[in-house]
Each structure stands twice: as structure tokens, then as C-alpha cells.
């Protein structure tokens, strides 16, 4: 495969090793490698709509950032790109080998998510994990996020729970909001290395604005003494708790996609309670906001 650079001055695409444009004869090139990369296409611009065509020539400018929303559109098929998911890859490691951290996180949750189309296995965890830890060097929030994760239930690297927790650290350190959640989890157990403290574990989920999970996660703790002495009535009180604060979210929720997953939150809950009559009704709710779960729902108890 050919790496190219960009000519300054005609804008015509030349491999790596040439000394001269061999359209004008231009010797001033971009910085920018665009490995496994085609040569600039008139033809797959013309498809683009204005927004789409306009991220394309930044990409082809050398803007690394432009290289991701790039990749983001092939691999959505959006704003008039052929969800072409290989080529969405390569943007993204471009991007990387450009010096931006989120081309490396991007390309990593393709391999995490076994997106890779040329992979029997679609992409691995293994080859993942120096795709984030390599976004992490750089400062990547998400990407401490991911190596932390992986480090800490032993997915595509060995577990180890002193880099669980310093990957961990780090991303909440750097304000990741699904960091916090894992921390706060880790904290409330004692686990994994992290010191048990019920008040650091509040803490980090009333930061993270994940008040209904923080109810969740100590009604869990107090039922089965995970973490907090086992107490019934604490694990129903934190229960009810929840329930208040799913309740308040989906009321208060402005966004559809949002409300229809606390329908569904909200149906589970009255089902684990017993209450099927009123589970079924925020499935049904659910599923006329436009979350299939609420039908899969409905599905399973034959209900419609």
C-alpha cells in the first residue's frame, strides 16, 4: 500500500517518496501521510452533500481532526459517505499517525467492537488495547477510560489491577464521566485495589450526575453485603430512592431518545418488583418514544 503526501501548490496528491509534483512540478509538500488511503476523488466528492465534501477536503489538507469526522462519516454513511467501514479504519489511524489522540480511540472501538470487515474475528480486544493505551500516553480521557476497563476485568490484556486503577484514576482525574462510575463501583466493594469507602464511591457518581445509578448500586450492595453490611430495609429504601430518581429523569428529560431508555429502566424496575401491569405500561411507553427494547419487552411477557 502507498503513502501519500499533498502538494502545496496544486494540491495534487504524490507518493510519499516523490521529490516533485508530477503535476506542476511543485516541490513544497504537506506534512500530512495518508497511509492505505486512496488519491484524492472528484468522483467520491461529487456524492458528498456541502457539509460532507467540506470535511473531506480538510481531510486531505492534512487536518488530523477532520481525518476522524471523516472516518465517522464512512463509517455511518452519512452526509453522502458509503459507510465504507475499512475506510472509516484507515481515517482513523491516519488521523493517529497525525498526532491526534482520538483517531487511536476511534480506531480502537472499531477493534473492540469487531467492526475490522477484513478480520475473520472482526477486530480483537488484544489488538484494541495498544490502539487506547497508545491514546492514553497522549492524554485521551476515553482511551484511559477503555485500558482501565480492560485492565480491570482482564479483556484483551492480563487483568491487573494496579493499571486498572491508575488508567481508572486517570480518566476521572481527566473527567470521564464512565470512569467515575467504574471507580465509584470499585470504591463501594473495596475492589480491584481501590480502598473501600461508601463516601468516595457517592462522591464520584454524584459527580459523574449519575444519581439514579449510585441508588442502584447501593441497593445492590446493601441486599447482597457487597461492599455494606447486608440490610433489607436500607436496600429498600435505596430502592425506592431510585425508582423516585428514574421517575424524576424521565419527567424531566428533554431529549426523546433519552426518556424512552428511562421507560424501559423504569419497566424493568416494576417488574423486578412483581408489579407486571405497571412494567408493561412503560414498555409500552417505551416503545412508542422509539426504544425497541420496550418491544422486546412487551414481546417477552406476550404482551402488545
Known sequence: MAKFKKCRKCGHMAEISAKFCSECGGQQFSDMVAEYLPLYSEAQAAHLTPKGRKIYERAYAGDAEAMCEYGQLLRAGEEGADGDLSYAYEWFMCAARCGCAEGYYLAGMMQNNAEIIWSSLGGTPAEAAPLFAAGAKMGHARCMYMLGWYYLIGRGVKKNDFLAAKYL??????????????????HLEGSHGFEHSPEKAEALYRKAGDIAGMYAAFRHAYLFGEGLPKDPAMAAKMGDKYLEELLRLYRTSKQKGVA??????????????????????????AAADGDPMGTIELTKLHRT
Do not use: I, N, P
Not at 484514576?169 to 470499585?186: L, T
Open 260 to 285: 424512552c431508555s428511562h421507560a424501559w429502566s423504569l419497566g424493568q424496575e416494576y417488574l423486578q418488583r412483581g408489579d407486571t401491569e405497571t412494567a408493561v405500561k412503560w414498555f409500552r411507553q
Open 169 to 186: 484514576g486517570d480518566a476521572v482525574a481527566a473527567g470521564d464521566k464512565e470512569a467515575m462510575r467504574a471507580a465509584a463501583k470499585c
